[in-house]
């Protein structure tokens, strides 16, 4: 009797045992099937290498706009300074005009009228709103609020021009602007452009790029 009853337990080892083989084998099969059907997914690499050059260009355009920007010069009035075809590297986040700076300027905004191509131009900043302007053509000297100008910036002496006044008075939210080429410069002497709202500036010259030979701070 005893061997008897032995003999079924014996059985129903292996029998309890196959259940526990299905479980840890079915799983193992089924990730690596979902692993293969990933890696036969077309067009995958494709969608992520779009996403990505969508992401840079978005930034590019967001950079360019909103913080820097590239603007190339044109024309003498930044002689001996900035000369012609350079390109240089503008600064727009966050800039408030100071007297001193190089900025670069909306023409087309600033003049509204047809009387010169519509393009950026780029001058140097004599005084900001609230301040006064005189120049004497005798000694070629700029005073601002009565003081004198120290430019060594500038190309040469000033001879007189068309334009009579020598006296500005500059408002507040504006800027005036000349040239270091001041004898080839149409700039804020001229009433055709007087003194400028800060909102036509597009920025900051900080860097020249190009050519080569010209490369640093402006």
């Not at 590019?60 to 920007?69: D, E, I």
């Not at 986040?93 to 047809?114: A, E, H, M, R």
Request: hydrophobic fraction near 35%.
């Amino acid at each position: 009797m005893d061997e008897y009853n032995d003999l079924p337990q014996s059985r129903e080892e292996p029998e309890s045992a196959a259940p526990d083989q299905e479980e840890k084998t079915g799983p193992l099969w089924k990730e690596e099937d979902e692993e293969q059907e990933e890696e036969r997914r077309p067009g995958a690499g494709l969608f992520e290498w779009v996403q990505m050059l969508l992401g840079c260009v978005m930034a590019a355009v967001v950079l360019f706009n909103c913080v820097a920007r590239l603007t190339r010069v044109d024309g003498q009035s930044m002689d001996n300074t900035l000369r012609d075809g350079e390109i240089m590297l503008i600064w727009s986040l966050g800039y408030t005009p100071k007297q001193g700076d190089i900025v670069v300027l909306n023409k087309t905004n600033v003049l509204l009228s047809d009387w010169v191509e519509p393009q950026a131009i780029v001058k140097r900043v004599i005084a900001t709103g609230g301040q006064t302007v005189d120049v004497d053509y005798d000694t070629s000297t700029v005073y601002v609020d009565g003081q004198p100008l120290d430019e060594p910036y500038i190309k040469e002496e000033m001879y007189h021009p068309p334009y009579q006044q020598t006296h500005w008075e500059v408002p507040e939210g504006s800027i005036f602007v000349m040239g270091d080429n001041r004898n080839n410069s149409t700039d804020s002497r001229d009433d055709r452009l007087g003194p400028i709202d800060t909102g036509y500036v597009l920025g900051k010259a900080v860097l020249a790029l190009w050519p080569v030979s010209r490369f640093g701070p402006v």
